[in-house]
């Protein structure tokens, strides 16, 4: 006799209260089966959603997301399963990246990124998961450089995804980042390389506040006061645990230089420089603008998103008259691929 013969249906759900947790429902959308059973929850009363080892039912997953129901519950001790699934999904993704069709391949790739970068937030000092992540990362970086033209339609469809935006906006900083130096035709493919882990990598220190507290207008006092340490917090996690040069390190340390947190809306780089207080200026200039248009054209719980051509009305306000030049490569990129395609 199974346990559900024997016990109240309302002792069951009693039980389940308290042995089950929230799943983002982002972790199931790219695995072909369900690890374990899978819960969900209507009128205050848990169902299972998918039983163990069946097909993920894709279409009823974006149903629910359409419905903004993200959350689905597995038993406590089943989710480390639905971890590692991801984790070797995310791996066997990357490893195949070049294999079968780009598009879907690089989606996969990027949705899965996304969520295991869910993972090391929750855990920044495991090394597992950074390296893992890492190594994700840098084949990403290498897959994109050589299918370019897969940046626009990749990116659209990863903001389709609505990833939480403090996991999803540095991914879409960086990949504009990558066009937008490869377009410039300044740059080698391994200091693109370079430059994309550290955009990538640069908010990790934002992992000191949970995810969902930034779904609130206003942060607390003391969570401000963190928040605003994040860029010199993400030094500190990083160094020493990720192949970083001083000079990334000094522009993961800057990229606030100027900033809408602060509200210090001028980007001195170019007399911090002479001052010798940083040194990569313009690297650093290009990792916090793609920044700051990747925050702004991603929502937020309060706020809608803007436009591209919007977010480089302010752009305009930053740079132009530091740099006129390089405002004008940045226009000139996103007119080319991002605006009234
Ligand atoms: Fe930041």
Partial sequence: MTLANTVSPSLLQNRLTYQVIPISIRELLFLSTAPCDIYGIKDGIFYRALR????????????????????????????????????????????????????????????????????????????????????????????????????????????????????????????????????????????????????????????????????????????????SAHATNSVQILKGRLPLSPNHLSIIEHHHTFSLLTNKLQLNLREKQKEGEIIAGFETMLVTVMDVISAMITGRPFRKPTKIFEALDLIKILIADQYPQEFRLIVSYFKNFFIDR
């Fill in 52 to 227: 163990r080892g069946v097909f993920t039912n894709k279409n009823l997953l974006r149903e629910l997301i359409a419905k903004g129901q993200i959350y689905l519950f597995v038993h406590r001790e089943d989710r480390s399963l639905i971890i590692e699934t991801v984790q070797k999904n995310l791996l066997q993704v990357t490893r195949s990246l070049s294999l079968g069709n780009p598009l879907e391949k690089g989606k996969a790739q990027m949705n899965l990124l996304t969520i295991n970068m869910g993972y090391l937030y929750q855990n920044p000092t495991d090394d597992t998961i950074l390296k893992l992540q890492h190594q994700c990362a840098k084949n990403l970086a290498y897959f994109l450089l050589n299918k370019i033209d897969l940046l626009v339609p990749l990116q659209r469809e990863y903001i389709k995804q609505k990833h939480h935006f403090v996991l999803a906006q540095p991914l879409i900083a960086s990949v504009f980042l990558i066009g937008l130096m490869k377009y410039s035709q300044l740059y080698s493919d391994q200091e693109i390389e370079n430059l994309f882990i550290t955009s990538y990598f640069k908010d990790i220190g934002m992992s000191s506040i949970p995810t969902e507290k930034y779904d609130q207008e206003e942060l607390s006092d003391k969570e401000k006061e963190i928040l």
